[in-house]
């Protein structure tokens, strides 16, 4: 703005006066003429230079308008980097235990209460209807069971006489209802002693010690658990 000024004093400065040549006005001399010329001379360096520093004046604030465009535009660039941070992480944040595999441990305090939808009332009662084939698991053959224990009714259900605890004086009537129940035998480690006995020589009648056999020297335990449990020293 300051170059502007400038150029705009530089119009409207008044010419230099001469003197009118009249009746009246002598014709100026040589040395007249030559101050005269040198104070143009003057007043047109000054003019030059004033327009130089206008010039330059005009380029700097190019430059700091260039430079303050690309700041606003990193700004701006940043601005919309923000932005899509921000809409990412408030995406993350809105997700809790109803609307993801999120367990609702994780929701915390803030968390919004989970409304439990309302159960319509209809006509059918929860659990299983009449007719639906039940889901259970199938029977093992007789010949997979170990075990066969007889439940008896210990008395009538219609008039309470007692019945009797045998099978074999019971009067049973259709087929049992089989119910069967599998368990895991208790685990048992089988140990096997290795008994190095010490024999004297009839000939020499010196004694010698038998060795361990060379598939149980290395370790106290069998090929199954000795790569869990570790190899213990070899005795002595």
């Excluded at 660039?77 to 609307?99: M, V």
Aim: glycine letters at 8%.
């Amino acid at each position: 703005m300051g170059a502007w000024k400038a150029l705009r004093k530089l119009g409207r400065r008044r010419p230099l006066k001469r003197p009118r040549l009249g009746s009246q006005q002598r014709p100026l001399n040589r040395q007249e003429l030559q101050r005269e010329n040198k104070q143009l001379r003057e007043e047109n360096e000054r003019l030059r230079k004033k327009v130089t520093e206008s010039e330059k004046q005009v380029a700097d604030c190019e430059k700091q308008v260039a430079d303050c465009e690309k700041q606003i535009a990193d700004c701006e660039k940043q601005i919309a980097d923000l932005e899509r941070q921000l809409a990412g992480r408030g995406a993350l944040w809105a997700k809790d235990s109803t609307n993801s595999s999120k367990p609702p441990s994780s929701d915390g305090p803030a968390a919004a209460r989970r409304l439990k939808p309302a159960r319509c009332r209809g006509r059918r009662k929860p659990g299983g209807q009449k007719g639906h084939p039940g889901r259970h698991r199938e029977l093992q053959p007789l010949e997979r069971v170990d075990e066969i224990v007889a439940v008896l009714p210990p008395d009538c259900r219609h008039c309470g006489q007692p019945l009797p605890q045998q099978i074999e004086q019971a009067q049973t009537r259709g087929e049992a209802h089989r119910y069967q129940v599998t368990e895991l035998p208790p685990l048992r480690a089988h140990i096997t002693e290795y008994q190095c006995h010490k024999v004297g020589c009839p000939h020499c009648g010196r004694a010698t010690r038998a060795e361990l056999p060379a598939q149980v020297r290395g370790s106290a335990f069998g090929p199954r658990p000795g790569c869990p449990l570790g190899r213990a020293p070899r005795p002595p």
